[in-house]
C-alpha cells in the first residue's frame, strides 16, 4: 500500500491527471489563481469581459455593476438581451444547428432525439400560443410539468417572450401549488394530464383543478394541458386547453421579447427556515452568464459531450443545468422522465451506457441509494455496464459522505474521471464552491475552493474571519451577478435572511456552517445552520411541516420537526407530536401516525413526510416557554440525554418518547 492510500479517505488527495490537465480550459492551478487574481484586481472588469465574451447583447451594457442600493445590486443594467435567443437562436447558421439538443428517455425507455433548430422551432410556436392567449412580457406562468422536452420548451417560450415561469415540481401537493400560484398572481398554468414514473402513470392534472379550486387564483385564465398518456384528463371549457389544440397553426418564428438585463426571468420558490417557501427572484443576464460560465469551467463542455444531469426542472439544479446552461453551452443533454430503480437500479447505468453519456452530475442520495442496491443486487452494479463514455461526474445538493465520494470515483468513474461536488443553492443560481475538473486537486467530501469571481469566507457571529479548522458561517463577500435579486414582493425579508447587519449588511450568508481544511484551505459544508432540513437533497423548512401537521387540526395540538442524520438520505424528518386527545395507545398512535404522514402529503408532498413520528403530552420547554430542540434533536437520534434538564419546565416528559412511529 503507498502512503497516500494508507490516508484516511478525506485527507487523500487526486490530483486531475496529465491529459485531463491538459485538454481542460481552465488547466491547472496557476490558471484558476490567475484567474482569481484579475478577479480581485479589477471586479467590474472581470464581470464586464465574461458577460461580453459569453453573452449576445441585443443592446451592449456600459454598467457593469450598481451597488446604490445595497444587497438590492444590479448587473449589466441598461443591457438588453433575450435568454433565449441566447440558448437557441444563437447556434443558428453554426454547426449547433443540426446537432441534438435534447436526447428524451422516457420512462419506458422510448428514446426521443430533438436538434437545436427543432427546438427552436417549438419554443417559437410555443411562444406564439402563449402571445394568443394574451401572456405578456413580466406575466407570471407556472409551469408544473413531468420530465419531459415539453417542459424545457414552456421555460424558454417563457423567457421568449419575457414571462417570468415559476416551475413548481410536480411532487408537490395541490396546497404547495396553490400558494405560489396565489403569491405569483399567475396568469396561466402549464401542466401534463399524467406524469410517468417508476411504472406508474400518476395523474398531474386533477392536481392543479384541486389547487384551483381553493380559490383566490382569479388570476389565472388558463391552463394549458400536455396530453402526455392516451388517458383522457378533464378539461375545463375556456380555460383549459390542449397542447394539440394551442399549437395548431401556430408559426414556427417568433420575434424575441427583448428585455432588460435585470429583468425576472424566473421566480423559484425554496424553503427557509421561517414562514412559507420564499419566491426566489432570478435576474435574466445575471443568471443565464452564470449557467453558461459555470458549464464551461465546472463541466469544461466539449462540443461532443453528452450531458447528463438527472435533477428535475422543478428545482434550480433543473433550470441551470437543464433548461438553461446546457441549452446556452450548445451541448447535447440527456433528459430523463423515470426513476433511477425502474425497472431495475441499473438504469441509470443502462442510460450512460445507451446514450455514450460524457458528464454525469446527479445528487449523493441517488449514488448512496444505488450503492445499497448493487450489494442487494450485484447484477445492478455499475462493473456491469460498458462506463468508457464518461470522462467527469458530478455531485450536488447535499454533502456527500466520503464513502460514496470513493465508491463513484471507483465504480463508476474507473478511477478516471474527476468528480466535481458543486456547492451551490437555489439563490446562488449556479455553482459557486466547486473543484475545475482540470486544476483541482479533489479530495473526498470537500467542495473544495470558490469559483473564480466568488469571493467566499467563513466567519463567526462579529463578522470576523475564522481560522482554518475552526468551523464558522458560510458567507460571500461580495455580490456576483447570478445571485438573487430580491424574495418575489418581499425585499424586507430578502434583506433581513441574507444581509444581517450584524454581518455589515452587505455579505450574503448562505445559512450554511462551514469549516476550511488546515493543510489546503478547501471548504468542508457542515449543514444548515438554520431550520432547513435536507431530506435526498431536497430542500425543506422545519416550519412548514410543523404548520402541515397543525393543520391537522382535529388530531394536533403541537408539533416540532428536527431533523436526525440518515445513511441514505442524508437527514430525516422527525416530527414530535402533542394531540388533542389522550396520549395515544400503541395501536392507536400506529393509526394516527398513518394519518399524519397523509396530511402532510396532502399539505406539502410526499418528500415532506416525517420518517420517524414521536408523540408526547407536551414538548419539552423552558419556564419561558421555549422548545428545547436541541433535546429534540438528541432524541431523534437516539443519543441519550446527558445535559442538565433541570431548566425544562417539565422534564419527565422526555420519558415519553421512547416509542417511534
Ligand atoms: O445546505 C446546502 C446544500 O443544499 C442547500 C441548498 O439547497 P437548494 O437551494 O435546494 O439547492 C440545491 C442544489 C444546488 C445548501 O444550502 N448543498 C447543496 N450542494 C451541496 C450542499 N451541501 C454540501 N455539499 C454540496 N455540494
Not at 188 to 206: E, F
Amino acid at each position: 500500500m503507498s502512503n497516500i492510500e494508507s490516508l484516511s479517505l478525506e485527507h487523500r488527495s487526486f490530483p486531475p491527471s496529465e491529459s485531463v490537465v491538459k485538454q481542460a480550459r481552465i488547466s491547472g492551478m496557476a490558471d484558476y489563481h490567475q484567474l482569481c487574481t484579475k478577479a480581485a484586481e479589477d471586479y467590474k472588469g472581470f464581470w464586464a469581459n465574461l458577460a461580453r465574451q459569453h453573452l449576445f447583447w441585443h443592446k451592449p451594457f456600459t454598467r457593469t455593476l450598481d451597488e446604490t442600493h445595497a444587497p438590492f445590486y444590479t448587473w449589466f443594467d441598461d443591457g438588453e438581451l433575450n435568454a433565449s435567443v441566447n440558448c437557441l437562436d444563437k447556434h443558428m447558421g453554426t454547426p449547433v444547428q443540426n446537432k441534438t439538443a435534447i436526447i428524451f428517455e422516457a420512462d419506458d425507455g422510448k428514446v426521443t432525439h430533438i436538434t437545436y433548430q427543432q427546438l427552436l422551432e417549438r419554443v417559437c410556436q410555443f411562444a406564439n400560443a402563449l402571445k394568443a392567449h394574451g401572456v405578456h412580457q413580466g406575466d407570471r406562468v407556472i409551469i408544473y410539468m413531468p420530465m419531459s422536452i415539453e417542459g424545457v420548451i414552456a421555460m424558454q417560450a417563457c423567457a421568449r417572450i419575457g414571462a417570468i415561469h415559476s416551475v413548481v415540481f410536480a411532487g408537490f401537493s395541490a396546497n404547495a401549488l396553490h400558494e405560489r400560484m396565489v403569491d405569483t398572481e399567475a396568469v396561466a398554468v402549464i401542466t401534463a394530464s399524467h406524469q410517468h414514473r417508476g411504472g406508474k402513470i400518476l395523474p398531474l392534472k386533477t392536481i392543479v383543478d384541486e389547487a384551483l379550486s381553493l380559490g383566490h387564483c382569479d388570476a389565472v385564465q388558463h391552463v394549458f394541458v400536455y396530453q402526455r398518456s392516451e388517458t383522457p384528463c378533464p378539461l375545463t371549457p375556456k380555460r383549459d386547453k390542449t397542447f394539440a389544440d394551442i399549437l395548431a397553426n401556430q408559426p414556427n418564428t417568433c420575434e424575441p421579447v427583448i428585455v432588460n438585463a435585470e429583468h425576472p426571468l424566473f421566480i423559484l420558490y425554496t424553503s427557509g427556515s421561517t414562514g412559507k417557501p420564499k419566491g426566489i427572484q432570478h435576474a435574466t443576464a445575471g443568471f443565464l452568464l452564470w449557467a453558461k460560465l459555470t458549464m464551461d469551467w465546472v463541466f469544461d463542455m466539449r462540443p461532443e459531450d453528452i450531458f447528463w444531469c438527472t435533477a428535475d426542472i422543478g428545482w434550480i439544479t433543473g433550470h441551470t443545468y437543464i433548461a438553461y446552461g446546457p441549452l446556452a453551452a450548445g451541448a447535447t443533454q440527456v433528459i430523463f422522465e423515470g426513476t433511477p430503480s425502474y425497472p431495475h437500479a441499473g438504469r441509470f447505468w443502462e442510460m450512460i451506457e445507451r446514450h455514450r453519456c460524457s458528464i454525469f452530475y446527479t445528487a449523493p442520495t441517488a449514488i448512496r441509494s444505488l450503492i445499497k442496491a448493487s450489494e442487494a443486487h450485484p447484477e445492478v452494479h455499475p462493473a456491469h455496464y460498458d462506463l468508457s463514455s464518461l470522462r467527469l461526474l458530478g455531485s450536488v445538493g447535499e454533502p456527500i459522505n466520503p464513502e460514496a465520494w470513493m465508491w463513484y470515483y471507483q465504480h463508476v468513474g474507473g478511477k478516471r474521471c474527476p468528480i466535481v461536488d458543486t456547492f451551490w443553492q437555489t439563490e446562488t443560481g449556479g455553482a459557486v464552491i466547486s473543484p475545475l475538473p482540470g486544476a483541482t486537486p479533489l479530495v473526498p467530501g470537500s467542495c473544495t475552493l470558490p469559483l473564480p469571481g466568488i469571493l467566499a469566507s467563513i466567519v463567526d457571529e462579529t463578522g470576523h474571519t475564522v481560522p482554518h479548522g475552526t468551523g464558522g458561517m458560510l458567507v460571500f463577500e461580495k455580490p456576483w451577478p447570478a445571485l438573487a435579486r430580491t424574495i418575489w414582493r418581499n425585499p424586507e425579508r430578502y434583506q433581513l435572511a441574507y444581509f444581517p447587519a450584524s454581518l455589515g449588511g452587505h455579505r450574503y450568508l448562505a445559512g450554511d456552517s462551514a469549516v476550511r481544511r488546515p493543510d489546503n484551505g478547501y471548504f468542508c459544508m457542515i449543514g444548515r445552520m438554520d431550520d432547513v432540513l435536507n431530506v435526498s437533497g431536497h430542500r425543506l423548512g422545519t416550519m412548514e411541516i410543523e404548520s402541515a401537521l397543525v393543520a391537522l387540526t382535529e388530531l394536533v395540538a403541537e408539533a416540532a420537526v428536527v431533523a436526525c442524520p440518515d445513511p441514505l438520505t442524508g437527514e430525516a424528518i422527525c416530527a414530535f407530536v402533542v394531540l388533542k386527545g389522550a396520549y395515544p395507545s400503541d395501536h392507536e398512535a400506529k393509526q394516527i401516525a398513518v394519518r399524519l404522514r397523509e396530511g402532510v402529503t396532502q399539505n406539502i408532498g410526499a418528500i415532506a413526510k416525517p420518517k420517524y413520528i414521536y408523540f408526547g403530552e407536551s414538548l419539552p420547554k423552558t419556564r419561558s416557554g421555549k422548545i428545547m430542540r436541541r433535546l429534540l434533536r438528541n432524541i431523534a437520534k437516539g443519543e441519550s440525554i446527558t445535559q442538565d434538564t433541570s431548566t425544562l419546565e417539565n422534564p419527565d416528559i422526555l420519558a415519553q418518547f421512547d416509542r417511534v412511529y
